[in-house]
């Protein structure tokens, strides 16, 4: 099912008043996807019935990362439990869980061959683990029949829910990504249904409980931040020793969600990218067209490499992170 016909079977966005979509700018626009391989891969997910975010999301990469048979896999069904005002998949009641998925994301991630395959869902707020074990089935079913690809979550916040997070750590995926989508003022009116404690917490306790896997998060611009709160945002995460961090510009959906407060310009982000270097970040990815999965494979090896450099030059102990905080002490207290 296509992200359109899901969100007709799901009409509970529709009660938005309307936001005229603004006009983009040119260093924004993408070509339509048009490729054989973009074809060839729609066909596969379809033949398995896997979701994708990248359709689901209305990604503007998908042609080019479809082209090169980069995907990232949505488990856990194509209708979400929150209605974040950024996010363009269907809000409502979930789906029932395919217990045949996990099989099913690991035939397809060994029909394209693929080096590293970018597994997220969907919220389940309505399971008792959040999904945790579902993401857990996944990378063992994976692990089992292409024991060379490497493996990255994008998970939810699983709402605080009780050993959700050790249930994947456990399976040790080489990437562990949650995005925190934008700054703590905004949360109410973007990300309504998380907390931005809860999220930092959450990937500070995947470090706690294995520092080997990398952590990445995603952050938008263009809600209506100040360039100081990203910059606080940053060093936040550093404080919870986040290895990747990855910066795209917010675009609108449709009518329905937040409307773009503004279009950041190439040069900005070029900055954003320095100064988050300078604080100690082992990679970053801002541009306007930057999105969380966009070409992670290309990225991870980036990320192997930029680890082997740093633990060469800095001494023993010295993570490089920030100074530390007990995030999971502000978590409960927001």
């Given at each position: 099912m296509t992200a359109s016909e899901t969100r007709a079977r799901h009409p509970e966005k529709q009660h938005r008043p309307d936001n005229p979509v603004a006009r983009k700018p040119d260093w924004i626009r993408v070509k339509a996807p048009v490729s054989p391989e973009y074809h060839d891969l729609r066909r596969?997910?379809?033949?398995?019935?896997?979701?994708?975010?990248?359709?689901?999301?209305?990604?503007?990469?998908?042609?080019?990362?479809?082209?090169?048979?980069?995907a990232t896999v949505m488990i856990l069904g194509s209708v979400c439990t929150r209605g974040c005002a950024f996010c363009n998949v269907a809000t409502g009641r979930p789906d029932q869980l395919d217990p045949h998925e996990p099989e099913s994301v690991a035939e397809a991630c060994g029909a394209l061959g693929l080096r590293h395959i970018v597994i997220t869902s969907?919220?389940?707020?309505?399971?008792?683990?959040?999904?945790?074990?579902?993401?857990?089935?996944?990378?063992?079913?994976?692990?089992?029949?292409?024991?060379?690809?490497?493996?990255?979550?994008?998970?939810?916040?699983?709402?605080?829910?009780?050993?959700?997070?050790?249930?994947?750590?456990?399976?040790?995926?080489?990437?562990?990504?949650?995005?925190?989508e934008t700054v703590p003022r905004l949360y109410p009116r973007?990300?309504?249904?998380?907390?931005?404690?809860?999220?930092?917490?959450?990937?500070?306790?995947?470090?706690?409980?294995?520092?080997?896997?990398?952590?990445k998060s995603?952050?938008?611009?263009?809600?209506?931040?100040?360039?100081?709160?990203?910059?606080?945002?940053?060093?936040?995460?550093?404080?919870?020793d986040i290895d990747f961090l990855t910066i795209g510009q917010y675009l609108q959906p449709t009518p329905k969600h937040t409307p773009v407060d503004r279009f950041v310009s190439p040069d900005e982000f070029r900055g954003l990218e320095g100064t988050a270097y300078a604080k100690g970040f082992l990679m970053v990815s801002a541009s306007p067209l930057t999105r969380s999965s966009y070409l992670a494979g290309d990225d991870f090896a980036r990320l192997q490499a930029a680890r082997r450099a740093r633990q060469t030059a800095v001494p023993a102990g010295d993570t490089g992170a920030g100074d530390t905080v007990d995030l999971m002490r502000l978590a409960a207290q927001h």
């Open positions: 596969l997910m379809r033949r398995l019935n896997l979701n994708t975010v990248c359709e689901e999301a209305a990604c503007p990469n998908i042609g080019q990362c479809w082209s090169h048979g980069h969907v919220d389940r707020d309505d399971l008792d683990d959040g999904g945790a074990g579902h993401f857990a089935r996944t990378i063992r079913a994976i692990r089992r029949t292409s024991p060379a690809t490497t493996i990255e979550v994008l998970t939810p916040d699983f709402r605080g829910k009780v050993g959700a997070i050790e249930m994947v750590v456990a399976e040790q995926p080489d990437v562990f990504n949650h995005n925190l973007i990300r309504p249904g998380a907390r931005y404690f809860t999220s930092l917490a959450l990937l500070d306790r995947v470090k706690a409980l294995d520092p080997e896997i990398f952590t995603g952050l938008m611009v263009g809600l209506g931040e100040s360039r100081e709160e990203v910059l606080q945002v940053m060093d936040d995460q550093r404080a919870a």
